[in-house]
T-cell receptor, first 115, second 109 residues
């Protein structure tokens, strides 16, 4: 039981490049989400999914895209990287989802630098 | 809009010196208040959920309490291994989880 697995752990991109951050969980959690964490700020929700085939926007969705084709995987795509997207990205999942949250299980994060 | 403010931003304690971390919140219809621990370079680790004012939860040296406006995380006789950033989050009627910026706790031996 690996929990929530994020890859890569570190990434440097040039402005304008695109990439996909991977997130996989093996706990059969229906709810998955992506957050970014910036110094001095709380975690901010980018996108979330309440099940396969269902996604929705969070607080800061611009410049990011997601899809959920399986219960296990929830990749985050950066369409055209900008320096403002330099951050640490966390994937989180929950068994009971948004309505009756029982606390999230987080991955170990991807540290992204855009130059 | 839901808001979460944690104080202090940083706290340095001597081993054995008890203290409290504060989480003040405004939320439309509290569904739950959550405490997480985050170690450097790692993702947050879930500690507690509190659902209503007056509720308390304990885990080892940590005790979380909840009122209608704030939550406290009390740390009794802390050890160096309790050093971490502690995050507070609230979930309201819109189901979004709103996080505070955290309190960075350092416990010196």
């Amino acid at each position: 039981n690996a929990g929530v697995t994020q890859t890569p752990k570190f990434q440097v991109l040039k402005t304008g490049q695109s990439m996909t951050l991977q997130c996989a969980q093996d706990m059969n959690h229906e709810y998955m989400s992506w957050y970014r964490q910036d110094p001095g700020m709380g975690l901010r929700l980018i996108h979330y999914s309440v099940g396969a085939g269902i996604t929705d926007q969070g607080e800061v969705p611009n410049g990011y895209n997601v899809s959920r084709s399986t219960t296990e995987d929830f990749p985050l795509r950066l369409l055209s990287a900008a320096p403002s997207q330099t951050s640490v990205y966390f994937c989180a999942s929950s068994l009971r989802g948004r309505v009756l949250s029982d606390g999230y299980t987080f991955g170990s994060g991807t540290r992204l630098t855009v130059v | 809009e839901d808001q979460v403010t944690q104080s202090p931003e940083a706290l340095r304690l001597q081993e054995g010196e008890s203290s409290s971390l504060n989480c003040s919140y405004t939320v439309s219809g509290l569904r739950g208040l959550f405490w997480y621990r985050q170690d450097p370079g790692k993702g947050p680790e879930f500690l507690f959920t509190l659902y209503s004012a007056g509720e308390e939860k304990e885990k080892e040296r940590l005790k979380a309490t909840l009122t209608k406006k704030e939550s406290f995380l009390h740390i009794t006789a802390p050890k160096p291994e309790d050093s971490a950033t502690y995050l507070c989050a609230v979930q309201g009627n819109n189901n979004d989880m709103r996080f505070g910026a955290g309190t960075r706790l350092t416990v010196k031996p």
